[in-house]
């Protein structure tokens, strides 16, 4: 099994990744530095996560340490819904670039398709509590994104929770320079994702899967809703393996070839997310696990269900 999935820029992409989401401030520097002892060379981050100093210092103490050197670490980050009109589109990058202390990005995406007024309000919404969209196209924002690459910014360009369609929009997009790298999804046993990872394959676009545990720690969980690292037929796989239910849901996307951005901040954690290359799932497991689907969304993203470019609407 590759540890690394090859992008359409002919770079190497990790396929285990540090996710930052969630991670606090205070917490993400000495998680990021865990994770590059550990083995990690992949941590996803982004704009909105408002913790890009903190990722950087570590980034910058372990090369400073002489653990990891720059061309060996692949970073991503992605860009911020009020950044999407033209004029704003290097500028964001800029900032992550700054925050990061790093001359260049392995992987920038389009954090979501909707673009949202652009201001000191990092969520403009309504009085309806729905997004306030902004005067940009998500191709108009492909187009600065690709003048990012040419700039030597970000080595490769991406998308994050699109449709089809979208894809297909930006696919056909007249003039087109750079196809999409990656699409950075929600994806795990509740939500597998089969035909969007399908079409993205048969298109030469690698898939990430984020929150692949289900987001146990997404601040809008509700009693009652499903755990999948409290589901029995997952804790009867991992005792079957030998394994963790988080190892065995890490393994399930590795052997669908996507990579997989698990978040942690504990050190224990980060190390047991790491060992997962030492066993496989049984083609029958993953059928099994495969039949856990019930399009079960962690992120629905209700707060821009009106906007123009919502993606969720479509089947996949």
Request: aromatic letters at 8%; hydrophobic letters at 40%.
């Amino acid at each position: 099994m590759a540890s690394t999935l090859v992008l359409n820029n002919g770079a190497r992409m990790p396929v285990i990744g540090l996710g930052t989401w969630k991670s606090s401030p205070g917490e993400v520097t000495e998680a990021v530095k865990a994770a590059i002892l550990t083995g990690y060379r992949h941590i996803d981050g982004a704009y909105a996560y408002m913790n890009e100093e903190e990722v950087g210092a570590a980034v910058h103490a372990m090369i400073d340490q002489g653990v990891v050197k720059r061309e060996e670490l692949f970073i991503v980050s992605k860009l911020w819904c009020t950044c999407h009109e033209r004029a704003l589109v290097r500028g964001a990058c800029e900032k992550t670039l700054s925050d990061l202390k790093l001359d260049y990005l392995d992987l920038y995406l389009m954090h979501f398709p909707m673009g949202l007024k652009p201001g000191e309000n990092f969520l403009p919404l309504d009085a309806e509590g729905q997004a306030i969209p902004d005067n940009s196209t998500f191709l108009e924002t492909w187009e600065e994104m690709e003048k990012l690459v040419d700039a030597g910014l970000v080595k490769a360009i991406g998308i994050s929770n699109f449709n089809r369609s979208q894809i297909e929009a930006i696919l056909n997009k007249p003039g087109l320079k750079y196809k999409p790298a990656n699409h950075q999804i929600e994806c795990h046993p509740y939500l597998t994702q089969e035909k969007m990872i399908n079409f993205c394959h048969s298109k030469g676009i690698t898939v990430t899967a984020y929150s692949p545990l289900g987001s146990p720690d997404r601040p809008w969980a509700k009693a009652g809703e499903p755990s999948l690292l409290e589901d029995p037929k997952i804790l009867a796989l991992a005792n079957k393996y030998k394994k963790t239910a988080a190892q065995v849901l890490i393994r399930f996307q590795i052997e669908r070839n996507i990579a997989v951005i698990p978040k942690s901040v504990s050190p224990g954690r980060i190390k047991e997310n790491f060992q997962v290359f030492d066993f496989k799932l049984s083609k029958a497991d993953i059928n099994t696990i495969l039949s856990f689907n019930r399009n079960w969304r962690g992120i629905a993203m209700e707060w821009a269900s009106k906007h123009k470019d919502f993606p969720l609407n479509a089947e996949y």
